[in-house]
């Protein structure tokens, strides 16, 4: 059926034309290694169908069984969990009194893991005991999906396994872990699963609560071995090192068996949406189970729509399915999947992880995921049981999306990509370390932290009395109570609460986002509902909203200044000498645009007076050489204009260089900058402190440069689009641009004179 799509695909006039990519990715067979099982383990296995281990399954036991950190990085259904939960149950067998805590990036992604993992544990006779105050199962989700009732009875008899996020690590076991006394005493491992989502901000605070964690259990005297497991990135070990702040060794090599997958990219005529709707409806029809992937819920609720209204009778046979959906709506729809009820399910990256939802033949992506590694992770969902299966980029009018469909090759011979965190941001740090002390007092004998070298850091909180030096020298301790409550782990910032006109909570925002998101008229999505805001009260740190129905969405113009605080390293390419340090980023929102759901068009403008915002972060600069600012004005350049038009490049490839999207990146360009009196290009991380990808891009910059000259050249427009120097997030409504002219720059900057 696979075959028969692709050849209809092909020679369909509308898309067979638009198809600049295929490849075929030969199938894989099994390889397999033998190890030693408790028999009792080795017979329940078999009696599930698991009689043979695969090569990377049988090297991750062992090197558990040794005592070693492990993080496995192999593809999707490759059978990870196995790696560990075998040395978890053999470990539970031996010792009923162990414990393990299994996190997972979101709140959701448990249920199957528990299940498998109640269904090795129960039948070997590892049961609770009976009691109205035990738990139900030696395996229990701890979530924010958890009732406060199953709550407290999990906590009065803590089972064996605990299975959570680590919001809720750090929310709720870390802060009150003197009412987990049981479990930290006797906690032998900690699974991380999923840890490519543990990336820029979240994952550097991650970083931080399971720092937090390895302090609360020596102070209750365990040492858990962690086992970590990911999908392709180009540094597991090194993710997992500094995720950890312990050495790792990492299983590489799949053994898995993998059935030929077919990639194609097209790059359409016609609306990339329009594109998708209508092959989700005939893949379907073709009798391919199919999912596609959008990158927001908007567009995921429009395609399903729109798929409905194509094909009538899919109704029954398809579903939307994205955040924001009630835990049991989300459970159905997996069943439904699972169990083949359903042909078709249209989703945001909410599937990419985790969730079994059973064989599927067509992976559809409306649009490129940001990521080799996010591609591949989407790929997964499909061909899981070894058949061949197909996977279909469309390409949307986006500069990364142009790029790949014009080189296709950049995408099949690249390297996945390094996912990039910084756990030493002071930034995270100030936030963690009063946490840290509130749990467990700090001190120069710390074995987690080097507090002499943070002793700037400590300093800095003591005289801002977010720490509070003990009587004897060298101890600290919170100065506030429960400063867990002001720390938001997936943002910067102290976090705005959104309410609606009913009073009700619908959400949050951290401090950095919501003047960009939340100004008065602007229009706020959430939970796949408009909501256009009323007002913003900075004070008391509260977003009202009200629910509306329109077909616009808005668009923060701002004025951006960058300050120059220090110069961590300098170095010089081409005519340039870059430079890496500390900025000052100050942003004032100045006005918005109303712009049309659908093709952007810009609707009207309106001015807008908003506080300024001011952060610290990390960022790449460079000053352009007085005789490269005069060869442009000799070209008839625009110079503003030139040098808008190489920032967004910049910003808009470096998702191919560092595991991010570029929404992670912030960048300003001057004609005059007063602190060094010429035109400059900034680049930074869009976080207070950074998150280090600004670094990497520096550690890469030649080829980082060339990748963007490429963008911006090999584009067939005239003046510039969103398909290479429009950018739809610019604070300025992308004015000035000038592609040639920063066709001319970038080339002069490499010493190339073909600009």
């Known amino acids: 059926m696979v075959g028969e799509f692709i050849q209809w695909l092909k020679e369909d006039k509308a898309l067979g034309r638009r198809i600049t990519a295929h490849r075929y990715i030969p199938p894989e067979e099994p390889r397999y290694r033998d190890i030693e099982l408790d028999r009792r383990v080795r017979e329940l296995l078999q009696s599930r169908g698991i009689s043979r281990f695969w090569s990377h399954q049988a090297e991750g036991i062992e090197l558990v069984r040794r005592g070693r950190n492990v993080v496995v990085m192999t593809p999707t259904a490759s059978g990870k969990s196995l790696v560990y939960n075998i040395p978890v149950v053999e470990t539970i067998l031996e010792d009923r009194r162990a414990r393990a805590l299994y996190l997972f990036p979101l709140k959701g992604l448990e249920q199957d893991q528990v299940k498998n993992l109640n269904g090795l544990l129960q039948p070997l006779g590892i049961v609770p005991d009976s009691g109205p105050r035990r738990p139900l199962a030696p395996a229990e989700v701890y979530d924010g999906d958890t009732t406060a009732y199953r709550r407290k009875k999990i906590r009065e008899r803590i089972p064996n396994v605990i299975f959570t996020n680590p919001d809720m690590l750090h929310f709720a076991i870390n802060a009150y872990h003197h009412r987990w006394e049981e479990f930290f005493t006797n906690l032998r491992y900690v699974v991380i699963d999923e840890i490519h989502a543990y990336r820029g901000v979240f994952g550097s605070n991650v970083a931080q609560v399971l720092r937090r964690l390895r302090r609360i259990c020596r102070r209750w005297g365990s040492e858990p071995q962690f086992i970590a497991s990911s999908a392709t990135i180009a540094n597991p070990a090194e993710l997992a090192e500094r995720l950890v702040g312990l050495p790792f060794s990492a299983v590489t090599k799949s053994g898995a068996p993998q059935g030929g997958r077919h990639f194609l990219f097209i790059n359409p005529a016609e609306s990339a949406y329009t594109v998708a709707t209508r092959l989700c409806v005939e893949s379907i029809k073709a009798g391919l189970k199919t999912i596609v992937f959008t990158k927001a819920r908007k567009i995921t609720e429009l395609i399903y729509t729109w798929a ?272 890496l340090g500390g900025l000052r980023i100050s942003q004032r929102v100045v006005g918005y645009e109303k712009r049309r759901l659908y093709d952007r068009a810009r609707l009207s403008r309106h001015v807008i007076e908003m506080p300024e915002y001011v952060f610290d972060t990390e960022g790449v600069w460079f000053r352009i050489p007085r005789s490269i600012e005069e060869a442009l004005e000799d070209g008839g350049f625009d110079l503003g204009g030139s040098i808008h038009a190489l920032e967004h490049a910049a910003i808009s490839c470096m998702p191919l260089i560092a595991l991010c999207d570029k929404m992670d990146i912030g960048g300003v360009s001057h004609t005059r900058h007063p602190g060094f009196a010429a035109p400059g290009i900034f680049i930074y991380d869009g976080y207070e402190g950074g998150v280090g990808l600004t670094r990497h891009a520096f550690d890469v910059a030649g080829t980082w440069l060339a990748l963007s000259r490429r963008f911006i050249a090999e584009c067939p427009c005239e003046s510039g689009c969103p398909s290479c120097v429009q950018d739809p997030q610019c604070g300025s409504g992308n004015q000035p641009l000038d592609k040639a002219g920063a066709v001319f720059l970038v080339s002069r900057i490499l010493g190339r004179e073909d600009g």
């Open 308 to 579: 409905v209204k194509r094909a009538p009778e899919l109704a029954g046979r398809i579903s939307p399915y994205r955040a924001g959906f009630l835990p049991k709506e989300r459970r159905e729809i997996e069943r439904r999947l699972f169990e083949g009820e359903l042909s078709g399910v249209v989703s945001t990256s909410a599937l990419e992880l985790g969730v079994d939802i059973g064989g599927l033949d067509c992976c559809i992506l409306a649009g490129y995921p940001g990521s080799v590694s996010s591609t591949y992770q989407r790929a997964g969902r499909v061909g899981r049981h070894g058949e061949e299966s197909v996977v279909i980029m469309i390409a949307l009018q986006d500069a990364l999306d142009q790029y790949l469909a014009r080189h296709p090759e950049t995408f099949f011979g690249k390297s996945h990509e390094a996912a990039v965190i910084d756990p030493e941001s002071p930034a995270i740090l100030k936030k963690h370390l009063p946490c840290a002390a509130a749990e467990v007092r700090l001190g120069e004998d710390d074995t987690v932290y080097d507090l002499e070298r943070l002793r700037p850091v400590v300093d800095e909180l003591v005289r801002a009395k977010a720490l509070r030096p003990g009587k004897k020298g060298g101890t600290w301790y919170s100065g506030v109570w429960m400063p867990h409550r002001g720390v938001s782990i997936r943002g910067m910032g102290e976090p705005f609460r959104i309410i609606d006109e009913g009073d009700n909570l619908i959400g949050e925002l951290d401090g950095f986002r919501v003047f960009r998101d939340a100004f008065p008229g602007a229009i706020y999505l959430h939970r796949g509902r408009q909501y256009r805001v009323e007002a913003l009260d900075t004070q008391e740190r509260k977003v009202f909203v009200r629910e509306v129905d329109v077909p616009y969405y808005t668009h923060a113009l701002s004025r951006d200044e960058t300050e120059i605080l220090d110069e961590r390293k300098r170095k010089t390419l081409g005519s340039l000498t870059l430079h």
